[in-house]
């Protein structure tokens, strides 16, 4: 089996993003399940076509998304993804769409084809705080979602794809108010890899 792991390039003024560098800390492989490890932009407009040439590129059994979600005190594995781009601030690129679809003859939502119970519950055995998140925003991250499930629905592709939010890593809150929650990047790699190793 082939999995494809994301992250995403930092953003927001931070120097780091802990969803790529997570997924960077990932053996080459995990049992039988062989690793790829890629880097997204944080653009409306490019990241969807990245992961687009990534899928086509390594034509991956499995695609996780991770990216970044700062205020979590755990890793959230996110159950749906909305056909919505609403950004608060603009995204690397300076985009900042309101209210706009992500595609335009697209369903309202899709529904992540990972196990996100067991996932959870394989984080917890692993001792890594971990819950079931119901939206993944509006932001890029469920830009990325949907584009994904969109792919694989629309080709018919014999794809498994989800979503995961991380909290700050440790390094990025040093500088930010008392109690901000964050995260070792080791835990959350560890998370990573017990979700893997849930869809064995």
């Keep these: 089996m082939k999995a494809l792991v994301t992250g995403f390039e930092p953003f927001g003024g931070e120097q780091t993003n802990p969803s790529y560098e997570a997924a960077a800390l990932l053996p080459e492989r995990i049992d039988s399940v062989e690793l790829i490890k890629a880097?997204?932009?944080?653009?409306?407009?490019?990241?969807?076509?990245?992961?687009?040439?990534?899928?086509?590129?390594?034509?991956?059994?499995?695609?996780?998304?991770?990216?970044?979600?700062?205020?979590?005190?755990?890793?959230?594995?996110?159950?749906?993804?909305?056909?919505?781009?609403d950004a608060a601030a603009p995204d690397n690129s300076g985009v900042q769409p309101e209210e706009q679809p992500i595609t335009a003859d697209g369903p309202d939502a899709y529904f992540s084809s990972l196990p996100v119970k067991k996932i959870v519950a394989a984080m917890r055995h692993s001792s890594i705080p971990a819950f079931i998140s119901n939206s993944a925003g509006t932001f890029v991250c469920n830009n990325v979602m949907y584009t994904?499930?969109?792919?694989?629905?629309r080709n018919k592709l014999p794809i498994r794809g989800g979503f995961i939010h991380v909290p700050y890593s440790l390094q990025q809150v040093v500088?930010?108010?008392?109690?901000?929650?964050?995260?070792?990047?080791?835990?959350?790699?560890?998370?990573l890899e017990a979700a893997?190793?849930?869809?064995?």
């Design 39 to 85: 880097k997204l932009p944080v653009s409306f407009n490019d990241s969807g076509p990245a992961l687009a040439e990534l899928i086509r590129k390594y034509q991956p059994d499995v695609v996780i998304c991770v990216g970044q979600s700062g205020g979590y005190a755990a890793i959230a594995v996110e159950r749906v993804a909305i056909n919505l781009r």
């Design 148 to 153: 994904l499930l969109d792919l694989i629905h």
């Design 175 to 191: 500088s930010k108010a008392p109690n901000t929650p964050s995260m070792e990047l080791t835990q959350m790699a560890r998370g």
């Design 196 to 200: 893997i190793r849930a869809l064995l």
